[in-house]
């Protein structure tokens, strides 16, 4: 759960009139619960714990409501899908890495793709050298570039239309078919639009992933989970 220890009345309340309005299928009287009890995380923890008994609570926690706080801080695996949320953030970080570790790897076969780098002992004019150089440079910079815009910027409207699971599903199908169509590319330019619409993924999946472990994680897994973004 949440900490909003620090956060004060009046913005606390603010913030449970937009998240109300926002998804008007919440229960008012459980989304107040819940802030509350994030709020004074801390006490209802004790007060479940039984080191507390001469106070009267401001939420009257169930016996499983009680259970749950607990073994938030004290189980490991107290959430239901956490491991799966792990592998999920994991295969994400690793898919990243591959697709990035791929892009450099063309620069060994360009000439299968009408990139004609000449040799440096080669005494024709590097007039047409410096062109396959920037051909070379920019295919291998145009994922880098499209993750960044727009891929980045997108994931705002792709996550609030599909959510966090629908934003990585999507960047998935994105980077499946620009891994199929450079696989079939046989000019640089074929390699180039596959590799934007492979950077745009990238840009989707490397804003979307972190954020579905930080949010669906407990704080005894949330810096673990967003760390095994980094790791893969």
Not at 54 to 78: I, W
């Amino acid at each position: 759960m949440a900490s909003y220890s620090g956060v004060s009345e009046p913005v606390l309340r603010r913030g449970i009139d937009t998240l109300c309005k926002d998804l008007p299928s919440l229960e008012r009287d459980e989304v107040e619960r819940a802030a509350e009890v994030a709020k004074n995380g801390n006490y209802y923890y004790r007060l479940s714990k039984g080191l507390i008994t001469n106070l009267s609570p401001v939420v009257e926690l169930t016996l499983d409501e009680k259970e749950s706080l607990v073994a938030e801080r004290e189980r490991l695996f107290s959430q239901r899908g956490m491991l799966i949320i792990i592998c999920t953030v994991s295969l994400a970080a690793f898919l990243q890495g591959h697709v990035q570790s791929s892009i450099n790897a063309m620069s060994l076969f360009v000439e299968t793709v009408g990139i004609d780098i000449q040799r440096q002992d080669d005494t024709q004019s590097n007039g047409a050298d410096s062109t396959a150089q920037w051909q070379l440079g920019g295919t291998n910079a145009i994922p880098f570039l499209t993750a960044a815009f727009p891929g980045a910027p997108l994931s705002l409207p792709v996550n609030y239309c599909l959510g966090r699971r629908g934003a990585l599903g999507f960047s998935a199908l994105l980077i499946i078919a620009s891994s199929i169509g450079s696989a079939f590319a046989v000019t640089w330019q074929q390699i180039l639009g596959a590799r934007i619409v492979g950077g745009v993924a990238m840009g989707i999946k490397a804003v979307s992933a972190p954020i579905l472990a930080s949010e669906t994680a407990v704080g005894y897994w949330r810096g673990s989970t967003i760390l095994a973004w980094q790791l893969w």
